[in-house]
């Protein structure tokens, strides 16, 4: 049976180019109102407080990993006690390019990883949205062990320490991802595999996209009514069934057409089209354009991230 958060990991071509190393002492306060990329916090000493107007107040202690794929309005703040006139605006950079929030000479009670992420897929904004609006993972031991090479590569300055960085946390991104333990907090792929009923529908789309599915079909693998499913699926994942097919058709239709390994009408019977009229008339009415048009524009395209420079580190 295929493997739905691998597949969806994969399509994003997830990455984390951008972090800083951030160290607090004392009372401290930082505000985000928005950011254009996931962004994510690894603790590796002490702890930290995060909110945002969703998901409420998470405390997040040293080993703890949190990804916010769609950053909007969120605040962290110290363990200690803060006010409003601890805000931090600008914070210090000390030498060998730490950044200081909080007192600049206290003690340091706090150390994190953060930055931002990159989904390099164009369908990024439609395949993020299948995820938690927040994710945090607690006790993994494997996330322990990279964080625990995380802070070593952090605290010294050997060679090539930015290439392992990168790499570590793309690791730990996908990691991330796949081991959450707090599905259930909000719509997504996450919360609708955790459903051991709608996992079976959610799996069967991804084994054979290039069935011609149905509402009634899916609810029967699931062992469920088709009005019970529906509504379901819908609550879970934060789209209709039918809907969700569609977009993972039209993401594994693009993934194809920019690789240019299979015709048009290969490709329309892969994703689950009769024919390639057919599929070229939802594919235009979807994307905007043919998929002939779309495939020559992303050979055309030159290769980039598409991210901008990472400025700054949590202010």
């Given amino acids: 049976m295929a493997d739905p958060l691998a597949q969806i990991v994969g399509l994003l071509q997830p990455g984390a180019p951008f972090s800083k190393s951030v160290t607090g002492s004392g009372p401290w306060r930082v505000r985000r109102t928005q950011s254009p990329n996931p962004y994510y916090v690894a603790v590796l000493e002490g702890s930290l407080r995060y909110r945002d107007h969703q998901n409420g107040e998470v405390i997040v ?24 006139t601890d805000m931090v605006v600008n914070p210090v950079i000390l030498p060998g390019g730490v950044y200081r929030v909080g007192s600049v000479d206290g003690p340091v009670d706090m150390r994190a ?6 989904f390099q897929s164009e369908d990024a904004t439609l395949l993020s949205s299948l995820l938690p609006k927040l994710v945090v993972v607690r006790g993994e031991h494997r996330l322990a062990m990279l964080m625990q090479l995380l802070g070593e590569e952090v605290r010294e300055s050997k060679p090539a320490r930015e290439v392992v960085l990168q790499h570590l946390l793309e690791v730990l991104l996908i990691e991330a991802l796949r081991t959450t333990s707090e599905p259930g907090s909000s719509p997504g792929l996450l919360r609708g595999l955790s459903d051991e009923r709608l996992a079976v529908a959610i799996r069967s789309i991804h084994a054979r996209p290039d069935h011609g599915w149905t509402v009634a079909e899916l609810a029967r693998a699931s062992a469920m009514s088709r009005s019970g499913f529906h509504e379901r699926f819908s609550s879970a994942v934060g789209m209709a069934p039918m809907e969700y097919l569609t977009a993972w058709r039209l993401a594994l239709a693009k993934d194809l057409l920019r690789k240019r390994e299979a015709s048009v009408g290969e490709i329309a019977r892969r994703v689950g089209y009769r024919s390639a ?3 070229s008339v939802a594919f235009t009415r979807d994307v905007g354009v043919s998929p002939a048009r ?20 949590i202010a």
Avoid: R
């Fill in 277 to 279: 009229s057919a599929f």
């Fill in 294 to 313: 779309y495939a020559h524009e992303a050979a055309a395209a030159l290769p980039g991230t598409g991210a901008e420079e990472f400025e700054g580190a």
């Fill in 61 to 84: 202690n040293a080993g703890d990993f949190i990804l916010i794929p769609s950053a909007q309005d969120f605040m962290m703040w110290s363990e200690a006690p803060s006010k409003d």
């Fill in 113 to 118: 990883l953060v930055g931002y992420c990159i």
